[in-house]
């Protein structure tokens, strides 16, 4: 089964390597991967995708709260959780073909971000389902490039 | 008053009460190598290879208790090393290896003697350190001894940039640590306590099951109590040997790939497992799915990841070992009163004592004339020592012997590689020891194969007058591996045959240490005795059966009640 792992670690070089190092040393596996700080100085947040039974994805979660750098793991998927990742997402976009798209894009509420002579970059925000839903009606069009922030995840406030 | 990087290091060593250390200079800590004579309380021993000096270190800590400490330089200094902090990690032992790196604006450069040590030991400490920031060196220092020592024991690295250990600042030792995201998890949970004592007083057919935990937690003398008092049978790993004394009834013998009958058939047939820091690694359980099938599993460890890790557990207990058997004692108590006492084991013991009577530990005794049988070694070491002794052992047909046929009473007394199999471990290991405990009769029983992956610290034991003896059971052969490729690999022996190997008495002596040659079995006593009595270090090279065996065996993958037996 896929996990959301909340893993609140100290913002110190080499602690990224730590923890990827853990899940690669121990052939565990990692699907998405995000880092960035938090408001509290030295302390960064990092959102972990992977996939696993309960031993494995048990022993992750230990195994991550035995680093001396991590300070909080939390395991989203036991709770009520929001999830939303963020894609860019490069397009091809000939004239004949560009008012379909915008469509598309207007229907999936995101938002085109720049636009060339016959592509158009689009930014797309939410969850895994939608994100390939749409790469799923883009494809006929022709993708150029991707990039993907990976799951950002949190629980919900009304439990 | 302001001190520079090197003084504040080995200020901080004092302070953690350090009293020796085990290095090899080079250019990257020849700050900290000049400040040495300074510190005459600080001993240092400079060793041959720093492999050595991390063996020592570890073997330091193994012996005391203590957190052991080695130097060494950068580059091929640090990762001389990584075979003993492994060594040390697999087994969670306590050291602090300090290693020196590049000046700071060099690191990244591929400068002279530059290796990113960090990274390489990340999987391999517990923990470890850059420092990059002179006033961070104090508080870094005190944070690794805390890591090193607390918890589940282990290796932590400080890697110390040469301009580092230049710098100066005011020295100010921190009194505490505090670490947000490391808070180990002493106490036992009472509840759980509570119902351990309950399945223990109602268990049949109950079983302890002791790993090195109980050693590095000092837990052995109320696992004996506990054991003693309510008859409760008790094995233990390669690592957990000596926490209960090998002479008591109750003492089944080790249990496992080379573990005794009895053990490993009281296991398969209990009603109860009490493991207690133990981690059930696979050279215990061979076949995982027929591991203590009949059992309910009780698992103490301090370790959450060492819990379900490998084996369904019924009542996990994340605890230090001491605290848990402290409470179980109390708990039991009160249990055995409450319900007009515990099911009596007697039937259990009969059977227990059938299988041992039935199929001891043996071997078949040397023919008149024959060469002379590696195990009549350990048990005539055991015989004169009386046990009294630290036995250090190598990797490999010594270290099995060495487990199988001396009875370890007290914790500490055996020190030896059982994770991570390190060949070459045992003699500088037991140069530590013996370090610490110079007084002591240190033996290191090592095969002709292990022995000289570290050989060349038989300078260091002559130099620093550590009598340490090492019993070489001279097979000619990587004798472990031979007996996997006789009974798996078709007696396919390749290159397991050490046809060329020194002269044992002729290197001792070209060291400065006393060698010993024993061919006949009748000299073997008198020449051991002679070695002991000798007053510096020595070979006791003794020529054995080349084609002698390790047994019982277990095949690996099997269930271990599966014993190929003499």
């Known amino acids: 089964m896929r996990h959301i792992l909340s893993v609140l670690v100290e913002n110190e070089p080499g602690v990224l390597s730590r923890v990827s190092g853990l899940f690669s040393g121990r052939g565990f596996n990692i699907e998405t991967l995000n880092v960035a700080p938090t408001l509290e100085d030295g302390v960064s947040i990092m959102t972990i995708t992977t996939i696993g039974d309960e031993q494995i994805i048990e022993q992750i979660i230990k195994q991550l709260r035995k680093l001396v750098t991590v300070i909080k793991v939390v395991d989203l998927t036991e709770v009520k959780n929001v999830e939303r990742e963020m894609m860019l997402l490069k397009v091809a976009a000939e004239e004949g073909k560009r008012a379909e798209i915008l469509r598309i894009v207007d229907v999936f509420r995101c938002k085109v971000v720049d636009v060339g002579f016959d592509e158009l970059t689009i930014e797309v925000t939410g969850t895994q389902d939608k994100l390939t839903a749409l790469i799923n009606l883009m494809q006929r069009f022709g993708i150029k490039e991707t990039a993907r922030t990976g799951a950002v995840a949190m629980r919900r406030s009304m439990q | 008053m302001e001190l520079t990087g090197a003084q504040i290091l080995l200020e901080s060593l004092g302070r953690e009460g350090v009293d020796v250390i085990f290095g090899f200079p080079g250019g990257a800590v020849i700050d900290i190598y000049h400040q040495i004579p300074n510190y005459p309380n600080l001993k240092h021993v400079l060793v041959r290879h720093e492999q050595g000096a991390i063996h020592m270190a570890d073997g330091y800590a193994r012996a005391t208790g203590k957190v052991g400490v080695c130097l060494v330089t950068s580059g091929p200094g640090a990762t001389n090393t990584v075979t003993g902090i492994a060594t040390a990690y697999m087994d969670s032992i306590p050291v602090v290896i300090i290693t020196g790196q590049v000046p700071t604006p060099l690191i990244g450069n591929d400068a002279f003697q ?30 690794a001894f805390f890591l090193a020592q607390s918890g589940r024991p282990g290796p932590v690295l400080v890697d110390l940039p040469k301009d580092v250990q230049q710098q100066r600042c005011v020295f100010n030792y921190p009194k505490k640590v505090a670490l947000r995201g490391y808070n180990p998890h002493y106490d036992p949970n009472v509840k759980q306590v509570r119902k351990v004592a309950e399945l223990l007083c109602k268990a049949k057919h109950p079983v302890i099951y002791a790993g090195g935990g109980v050693i590095s937690s000092s837990a052995s003398k109320d696992l004996t109590k506990l054991a003693q008092t309510y008859n409760i049978p008790v094995t233990a790993t390669l690592m957990g040997l000596g926490c209960f004394p090998g002479d008591d009834p109750l003492w089944l013998g080790m249990l496992g790939m080379h573990g005794t009958f009895a053990a490993n058939h009281s296991i398969s047939n209990a009603d109860l497992i009490l493991a207690v820091g133990a981690r059930f690694d696979d050279r215990v359980t061979g076949k995982l799915s027929e591991f203590a099938s009949k059992a309910t599993m009780v698992h103490i460890d301090i370790d959450p990841t060492s819990i379900q890790k490998n084996v369904r557990v019924d009542v996990p207990i994340v605890a230090d070992c001491r605290l848990f058997m402290e409470a179980l004692n109390r708990e039991m108590a009160d249990v055995a009163q409450q319900k007009d006492a515990c099911v009596p084991k007697d039937k259990w013991l009969a059977q227990i004592t059938e299988w041992k009577t039935k199929h001891p530990l043996k071997y078949k005794p040397a023919a008149k004339g024959g060469p002379i049988k590696p195990q009549s070694v350990v048990e005539a070491i055991y015989k004169i020592t009386k046990g009294d002794c630290i036995i250090s052992t190598e990797v490999g047909q010594n270290q099995m012997w060495a487990a199988q046929f001396f009875n370890y009473k007290k914790p500490r007394t055996l020190l030896t590689s059982g994770g991570l199999g390190t060949m070459g471990f045992g003699f500088p290991a037991a140069i530590g020891a013996q370090a610490a405990f110079p007084e002591k009769l240190v033996i290191d029983v090592a095969g002709d194969g292990s022995i000289q992956m570290c050989i060349q610290e038989l300078a260091t034991a002559v130099c620093y007058n550590l009598p340490v003896k090492i019993v070489i059971l001279n097979n000619g052969y990587l004798g472990m591996v031979r007996q996997w490729q006789e009974l798996f690999y078709d007696k396919n022996y390749c290159s397991t045959c050490l046809d060329v190997a020194p002269d044992f008495v002729k290197l001792a002596e070209a060291y400065g240490a006393a060698g010993f040659r024993v061919t006949e079995a009748k000299d073997l006593d008198a020449t051991l005795k002679k070695a002991f009595a000798t007053p510096k270090a020595c070979i006791v090279e003794v020529v054995v059966d080349p ?5 019982p065996m277990v095949p690996a993958g099997k269930s271990i009640t599966e014993m190929i037996l003499v």
């Not at chain 2, 420092?131 to 870094?140: E, M, Q, S």
């Not at chain 2, 084609?547 to 047994?551: I, K, R, S, W």
Request: aromatic content about 6%; charged content about 35%.
């Open chain 2, 114 to 143: 530059e290796v990113d040590i960090v990274g390489i030991t990340r999987p391999c400490t517990k923990h470890n350190y850059l420092v990059k920031d002179i006033t961070k060196l104090a508080k870094t220092i005190k944070e």
């Open chain 2, 547 to 551: 084609e002698e065996n390790v047994y």
